[in-house]
């Protein structure tokens, strides 16, 4: 998380607390949906995902 956005973390070497995302674009609508990024990562207030969703809709479309 930088400022008020979420960072994907494909290596999984990025200090800090962080939250698992399915590859399915679905689950990362319904996790924005439910607020569980604030809630998993304990800040108040929404956050950017756009850095995330580019990620997981490339994983999704295997490019």
Do not use: Y
């Given at each position: ?22 590859r399915?674009?679905a ?37």
């Amino acid at each position: 998380m930088t400022g008020e956005g979420l960072v994907a973390d494909e290596r999984r070497r990025l200090p800090g607390r962080g939250a698992w995302v399915h590859r399915d674009p679905a689950c990362l609508v319904k996790a924005e949906r439910k607020r569980a990024f604030p809630r998993a990562l304990r800040v108040s207030g929404p956050l950017d995902t756009s850095a995330v969703r580019g990620v997981v809709e490339r994983l999704a479309t295997g490019v």
